[in-house]
Each structure stands twice: as structure tokens, then as C-alpha cells.
């Protein structure tokens, strides 16, 4: 059994952190856009579409980071619960048009 060289390892890792933090970030500008646009986070934000867009296509990071290879539990589970809390005065916006919102779960 071969193993990996330190250097290779390392990379993956820093990798891994760029993904995290890119990961913090797109949960920032979701939770931004709507707190700058709208006065308070009770009103609907403006942009509707291209927001629901933008918030819904943070679900990818998940996947992204528990497949990298450079990943492990405190790289992979710090950027999630940090963007989590970033979201969350949102997401009662974004689960309804989402299809377990629209449908329900499968019976």
C-alpha cells in the first residue's frame, strides 16, 4: 500500500479550506442581498427569482465538501454550521419553494 506524499496531502487540505470559506461566502452574499435590497427581513425580497436562485445553489457546497478529498469532520462541518446560522433568518422563505415545501416528503 502506497502512501500519499506529505505535500499532496497538505494541498488537498488548503483546498479543501478555499471551498469552506467560498462556501462562507455564498451564504454571506444570500444573506446579504435580501437584508440590502429589503428594509427588514419580515418583507419579501425584491429580486424573487435570481435570489432563490442564488440560495438554492448553496445546497451544492455540501456535496462539494464531504467529496473532496482533502476534507474531514471540523473542515467540512465549521463552514456549513457558520453559513447555516448566516441563512436562517431566510430559509423560511427558501423551504417553501423548494420540493419538499411544494410536496411534502416522500410517504
Known amino acids: 500500500m502506497s502512501k500519499r506524499p506529505a505535500r499532496v496531502n497538505a494541498d ?13 461566502g455564498h451564504a454571506l452574499v444570500v444573506a446579504a442581498v435580501p437584508a440590502v435590497v429589503t428594509d427588514s427581513v419580515e418583507s419579501v425580497p425584491i429580486l424573487i427569482g435570481p435570489w432563490l436562485i442564488l440560495a438554492l445553489s448553496w445546497l451544492a457546497w455540501p456535496v462539494i465538501l464531504i467529496r473532496h478529498p482533502g476534507r474531514s469532520a471540523l473542515r467540512t462541518v465549521l463552514p456549513l454550521v457558520i453559513s447555516v446560522i448566516l ?5 423560511p422563505y427558501v423551504l417553501p419553494l423548494t420540493a419538499i415545501g411544494l410536496i411534502g416528503f416522500a410517504p
Not at 488537498?12 to 462562507?24: D, F, M
Not at 441563512?87 to 430559509?91: E, Y
Open 12 to 24: 488537498a487540505a488548503a483546498w479543501h479550506r478555499l471551498r469552506g470559506s467560498l462556501t462562507v
Open 87 to 91: 441563512m436562517s433568518p431566510w430559509i
